[in-house]
C-alpha cells in the first residue's frame, strides 16, 4: 500500500463481502472481455436484474473492489477454491478502501502479533479516535454511520475467515493459497501483511 494519506471512505458499508456476486461479476467481465477499468457490465445482469437503488449502490462497491485488483488477479479469481476466491475479494476490500485496510494492519495484525486474540468495540472507537487526528473526514460521520462501520467490518472480517464471528471475534491464523501468495508477490508483498504475515515471513518470501 502507498504511504500517502488517502481519504478514508465508508461506503463500504453498502455490501459486506457479498462474495457469490463479486465472483458471478469476475466470471462475467472475463467471459465477455470486458475491461472493467474504464467499462461497466450491466449491473441488472451482475444483480440478477434487481433494480433498486440499494442493488445499485451494491453493485458499484462490487466494481470498485474488482477494479483495485490486478489482472493478474481478476484472472485467477474464478479458478480458485472457495477460501482461494474469499481470500481474493478479502484483498480487492483492503485495496479499495483504505479504512479497512489500515484497521486490519495496524490492529488485527498487531493484536495477533502480541497474542492478543480478542477483537473488541473498543479497539475499533480508539482506531477510529486515533486516525481522525489524520483523516478529518471521520469528523464528518455520524455515530451511528461510525458504528454501521463498525459492525460491517466485522461480517467482513468472519465472511474472509479472519475471526470467528461477529459476536465472540477471536482472530484465526492464516493459512493462504499459494496462488493467492504468488499474484499479492508479483504485486506488493507488503499486502500480505492484512493476512497477518509477520515483516520476517515477508522478507523471507521476496529473499
Not at 474488482?66 to 481470500?87: C, F, N, S, V, Y
Not at 487526528?133 to 463498525?150: A, M, V
Not at 499479492?184 to 501483511?193: F, H, V
Request: charged share 25%; aromatic share 10%; with cysteine.
Amino acid at each position: 500500500m502507498t504511504t500517502e494519506i488517502s481519504k478514508y471512505s465508508l461506503s463500504f458499508t453498502a455490501a459486506s463481502m457479498k462474495l457469490p456476486e463479486f465472483v458471478y461479476l469476475a466470471r462475467y467481465i472475463l467471459e465477455h472481455d470486458i475491461d472493467i477499468e474504464s467499462d461497466l457490465p450491466d449491473a441488472n445482469v451482475i444483480m440478477r436484474r434487481d433494480k433498486s437503488e440499494t442493488n445499485r449502490r451494491v453493485f458499484l462497491e462490487l466494481v470498485r473492489r474488482m477494479q483495485a485488483l490486478t489482472t493478474q488477479q481478476r484472472k485467477i479469481l474464478t479458478t480458485l477454491d472457495a477460501d482461494g476466491k474469499a481470500q481474493l475479494a478479502f484483498l480487492a476490500i483492503c485495496k479499495a478502501y483504505p479504512l479497512i485496510y489500515d484497521f486490519v494492519v495496524e490492529v488485527v495484525r498487531e493484536k495477533f502479533v502480541v497474542l492478543d486474540f480478542i477483537l473488541t468495540d473498543a479497539n475499533y472507537q480508539t482506531f477510529i479516535n486515533r486516525k481522525s487526528e489524520l483523516h478529518d473526514e471521520l469528523l464528518e460521520f455520524s455515530p451511528s454511520t461510525l458504528k454501521k462501520g463498525r459492525q460491517v467490518i466485522w461480517r467482513i472480517l468472519e465472511q474472509a475467515g479472519m475471526i470467528t464471528d461477529t459476536t465472540e471475534r477471536k482472530i484465526i491464523p492464516q493459512f493462504v493459497h499459494p496462488k493467492v501468495v504468488q499474484v499479492i508477490k508479483s504485486e506488493d508483498p507488503g499486502l500480505l501483511k492484512i493476512f497477518l504475515y509477520s515483516d520476517h515471513q515477508i522478507k523471507n518470501l521476496i529473499a
